[in-house]
């Protein structure tokens, strides 16, 4: 079970008007949220309340500023401007409590490739400051339930792409964060161990944990989510549960496609030179 308490801090401090029971606690919260990189604005002024203890879907198109948001909020890169808050602690004035309590398993992982995955394990543990007999009990787990056991002593320079990200998952989760944050985690990732890493997420949110991921595969977000941010070209366009965001739509892609304003385009006469016959 995650720390409560750092959970409740949030809740204290999330200033929810209107008092008892209205909104479940923030396990984020951000405001004014900025980040330029040159002419090039990635993330322009976002709010965001992520609620406690939810499976939380950024949604959002290539480019929308997915990831700079998710470096901003997890303390990877600094925002020009904006807060974050993480149960109730700012980020990046309180660096060290916030980082002892989330997991992260960031875009393009860079993971130390000569060590085997068991070693890996072993190593992050130790840096979380874990005693070393629970990092190996929960390592021993961990590999286990990913379907890693067989691979554990392989070096992870020799890992594939799916067994990177799981390996990568069980580091982030070794700890037992509060708040996981995962940016595109089931990218290149086959079926079955897609759905391994589904199952592991869903045990850790049904205890209370949050989990929040990007990834622009709707049907995925649609199946794993109860809650939805849709951003685009650096903004929040909605925010809120599945059924919310969703509204009168049938799908979330629909839902999706119409509030990035991406409907009906098509390639038209532009690509008539593509195809096999013509013009040959
Ligand atoms: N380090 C950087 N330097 C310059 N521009 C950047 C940098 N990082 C991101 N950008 C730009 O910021 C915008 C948002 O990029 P970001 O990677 O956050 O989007 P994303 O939603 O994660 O996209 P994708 O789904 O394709 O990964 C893009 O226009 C991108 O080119």
Same mark, same amino acid.
């Given at each position: ?20 029971? $209205? ?11 900025? +980040? ?9 002024? &976002? ?12 949604? @959002? ?6 990831? $700079? %948001? ?22 990046? !004035? ?22 085997? @995955? ?21 390592? $021993? ?12 002593? +392989? ?36 079926? /079955?161990?897609?759905? %391994? &890493? ?6 850790? %949110?049904?205890?209370?944990?949050? /989990? &929040?991921?990007?990834?622009? /595969?709707?049907?995925? /977000? ?17 925010? @809120?549960?599945?059924?919310?965001? !969703?509204?009168?739509?049938? %799908? ?27 013009? !040959?």
């Amino acid at each position: 079970m995650p720390d409560q308490a750092f959970d409740h801090g949030a809740a204290a401090q999330s200033g929810q008007a209107g008092g008892a029971h $209205t909104a479940p606690p923030a396990a984020v919260r951000v405001q004014g949220l900025w +980040k330029r990189f040159g002419e090039q604005i990635a993330v322009a002024g &976002i709010d965001l309340e992520l609620p406690a203890g939810k499976f939380i879907g950024l949604v @959002g198109p290539n480019g929308a500023g997915k990831t $700079t %948001t998710l470096s901003m909020v997890t303390g990877l890169l600094r925002p020009d401007q904006g807060t974050v808050e993480i149960g109730g602690h700012d980020v990046w !004035r309180d660096p060290v409590r916030v980082k002892s309590r989330i997991g992260v398993l960031p875009e393009g992982l860079r993971l130390f490739e000569r060590l085997s @995955g068991r070693e890996l394990l072993a190593y992050s543990g130790r840096l979380r400051g874990l005693p070393g007999a629970e990092v190996d009990k929960r390592a $021993t787990q961990l590999l286990d339930v990913l379907d890693l056991a067989g691979s554990q002593h +392989k070096l992870v320079v020799d890992y594939s792409t799916g067994m990177r990200k799981k390996i990568g998952l069980a580091a982030a989760l070794l700890h037992n964060p509060q708040v996981l944050f995962l940016d595109e985690p089931f990218e290149g990732v086959d079926p /079955v161990s897609a759905q %391994t &890493i589904r199952g592991v997420l869903e045990r850790y %949110t049904a205890s209370g944990a949050t /989990v &929040i991921f990007s990834s622009h /595969v709707m049907e995925l /977000v649609e199946s794993l989510c109860d809650w939805v941010a849709v951003m685009a070209a650096g903004r929040i366009r909605a925010q @809120g549960t599945l059924a919310e965001v !969703r509204g009168d739509a049938p %799908t979330l892609q629909s839902a999706f496609l119409e509030l990035v304003g991406a409907q009906g385009r098509d390639a038209g006469e532009s690509l008539d030179w593509l195809g096999g016959g013509a013009g !040959r």
